[in-house]
Each structure stands twice: as structure tokens, then as C-alpha cells.
């Protein structure tokens, strides 16, 4: 259901684009669940359910998405076992390579690929990223919905529920199990705002397995190729490409020399500044110096802002935190030092700020 135009990374060994090689992912994605569908397909039919039309998703109509136009991955073949015909078994060894082959050749020509630097900012799993992956095939082809529905047997589960990706991951009831731990509060996937769970039509408390799994719209763009600041952050943050080289700026040599060693110790790690001072004391223009010298742009945060915002500080201060590191950003906290205070609001993003810097 990908409708793009993928270049094929056989013919040149790498991945020309990151969106290419997500595109490339979800493809193979989408493969796993074609045949996945065929193999668990209910023997019963629905040919006598006609009065119910409109209240279930037919195998014909399934039959008609995954082999009509736009799904790349309708092959004709005649050999089949396991549910699983010959061709398609073949497809998804040679698709797996292929991406394999394509990772190391644009590793090794420097560029970047958003899946796995995401992979690596959030410490994530292969498990977490396919599960990440399932949820955006909904944001890929609208069709897939459908798909979703009929696997859970149900018009209105539009998205796939923890229950539908578990025992499509996994092949054992203990695997199933276990991973129900990747969706607690402390897992990277709920930690960092990557994807939503959400109870669908449930009134009370919903068990986890079936909650359904929404990927972030931020998330989205990103793996997309997209650049612009989350939304919800447009009132307090903004990004600077530093126009001040460090040692263009005037500062006593004793200053200097300390952010220098801050500099070095800091090459290759995250970087939070919080300065102290007054208004009008170039704390900006130090900041975009030591982002020039670091060579990476100064993602410079309104702290007194994010009260306005009506986003709780537990969600609010994350969310800033992980657009520092999806946009490689050193993080300025600008009006950092206003925050003692006793007041609720301020002492809240507070915390949630100083939760993140010692995490």
C-alpha cells in the first residue's frame, strides 16, 4: 500500500535519502503483514453475513487492498506453504538484505539516517522500532486501516492495538508477555513521547491489550524528513544557527578558557546551557559562539513561556528536551535562573527541567 516510488538500494548499495530508507522499511513491513494476513486468515466465510454489510471487513475486500494498485508487494505465485507462498518468502529475505546492505553503504558515505539515529537517541529495540513502524503504516496508506480492522475483527479499531502487534512480533505466549514491558511509563516509547496509547470506545479502565498505538505527529515528520519545530513548542522555542564564532566574542580570558574546556568535554555529547546574568548580557551570543565552535545549531527555549502553555509541565518539558536532541540542537534555557519560585505552575516546570537534565 507505499505508493512511493522507491529507488532501490540494490542498484547502488546505500540509501540515497533517509526517507528512502524508511519508505524501504515500511515496505518490508507491509510484506510481513500480506503474508501474515494469508496465514491467519479465519477458515469461515462471511458470504451468509450479507445483512450485516457495513458492520465487518470481507475477505474480498482485505483480497482487494492487498492485491490492487499500490500494494507493491502483490506477487502472483502458485507454490505455497504455511500460508506463506514461495515468492513472498524469498521477497522478504532479499527485502531484509537489501536494507542491511543499504545501512552500511550510507554509514559509510555519511549519511544519515533518521530511523537509526532515532534507534540510537532513544536507545530503542528492534522490537520498539517495528512496533513504531506498524503504528505509521496508518500515516502511509489510509487503506491500512482497514487492514488493522479486519485483523482485530472490528470496523472501529481503526489503528493496531497492543494485542494485534504483540502476536504479530511475537511467536510464543512468554514473548507476548514480555513484551507488554516496551508500553510502560518508563519505556522509551512512552518516556519520550513516541507513540500514544489510546483507549478506543471503552468506557472505564481499557486493558493494555487493547489499547491502540498512535505514532507522535513530531515522530512522524521527522522519520518524513520534516524539520519545523513541534507545534506545541512554537510559543516558547525557536531555532538559531549561530552567526557568533567563540572566538570573535569579548569576554575575560579566565571565562574564556572555562567554556573552552566545556566545549572540548562536550564535542560529542548533549549540551544544556543555563546561564545566569542579566538581561542584555550577550548570554545569547556566548551560546551561539559555543554552538558555532561545536557546529550545531542553538535550539534557545522562552522557560517563562512554558507556563503559558496549557500542556502539563510533565509532557511539556520532554517533548522540548527530545526536539533539542531530534534537531541536534544545543539546548539554551533562556530565563532559566526566574524560575525560583514558590509559586505551583513555576515549580512544576521547574522540576520537570531539572528531572530531565540529572536523567
Not at 6 to 14: K, L, N, Q
Request: charge should be negative; aromatic fraction near 8%.
Amino acid at each position: 500500500m507505499v505508493i512511493y516510488n522507491i529507488p532501490d538500494a540494490r542498484e547502488t548499495g546505500y540509501f540515497r535519502t533517509s526517507l528512502d530508507h524508511v519508505l524501504t522499511e515500511l515496505n518490508l513491513m507491509a510484506l510481513r503483514l500480506q503474508s501474515w494476513v494469508k496465514s491467519t486468515r479465519q477458515n469461515e466465510s462471511h458470504e451468509d453475513m450479507d445483512k450485516y454489510k457495513g458492520l465487518y471487513i470481507s475477505d474480498k475486500e482485505v483480497d482487494d487492498i492487498l492485491n490492487g494498485p499500490g500494494f507493491l508487494f502483490s506477487r502472483n505465485s502458485t507454490k505455497q506453504e504455511n500460508g506463506i507462498t514461495q515468492s513472498e518468502e524469498a521477497l522478504l529475505q532479499e527485502l531484509s538484505s537489501e536494507i542491511a546492505a543499504g545501512r552500511r553503504g550510507s554509514l559509510d558515505r555519511g549519511i544519515n539516517l533518521r530511523l537509526d539515529i532515532l534507534q540510537k537517541l532513544f536507545s530503542l529495540s528492534r522490537i520498539e522500532i517495528d512496533t513504531l513502524l506498524l503504528s505509521l503504516l496508518c500515516e502511509t496508506d489510509l487503506r491500512y486501516q482497514k487492514l488493522y480492522a479486519y485483523l482485530q475483527d472490528d470496523v472501529t479499531k481503526k489503528a493496531p492495538t497492543i494485542s494485534l502487534v504483540s502476536r504479530f512480533l511475537c511467536d510464543s505466549p512468554t514473548k507476548i508477555f514480555r513484551m507488554q514491558e516496551i508500553f510502560t511509563p518508563e519505556a522509551p516509547l512512552i518516556k519520550y513521547h513516541l507513540i500514544s496509547l489510546h483507549d478506543d470506545h471503552v468506557s472505564g479502565s481499557a486493558s493494555l491489550l487493547t489499547k491502540s498505538i498512535h505514532p507522535d505527529d513530531r515522530i512522524t515528520g521527522y522519520l518524513l524528513g520534516q524539520d519545523m519545530i513541534d507545534y506545541r513548542l512554537s510559543h516558547s522555542v525557536y531555532l538559531v544557527n549561530p552567526g557568533h564564532r567563540f572566538q570573535d566574542l569579548i569576554l575575560p580570558e579566565d571565562i574564556k578558557k572555562r567554556i573552552q574546556k566545556l566545549i572540548l568535554k562536550y564535542k560529542n555529547t548533549p549540551l544544556v546551557c543555563c546561564l545566569s546574568g542579566a538581561n542584555g548580557t550577550g548570554q545569547q551570543d556566548i551560546i551561539e559562539g559555543i554552538g558555532s565552535e561545536l557546529n550545531v545549531p542553538v535550539m534557545v527555549v522562552n522557560v517563562k513561556n512554558l507556563l503559558f502553555s496549557e500542556i502539563a509541565a510533565d509532557t511539556l518539558v520532554p517533548l522540548v528536551f527530545r526536539e533539542g536532541a531530534l534537531q541536534n540542537a544545543a539546548i539554551f534555557l533562556d530565563g532559566f535562573d526566574s524560575l525560583s519560585s514558590e509559586n505551583r505552575e513555576i515549580s512544576q516546570i521547574y522540576s520537570s527541567i531539572t528531572l530531565e537534565l540529572s536523567s
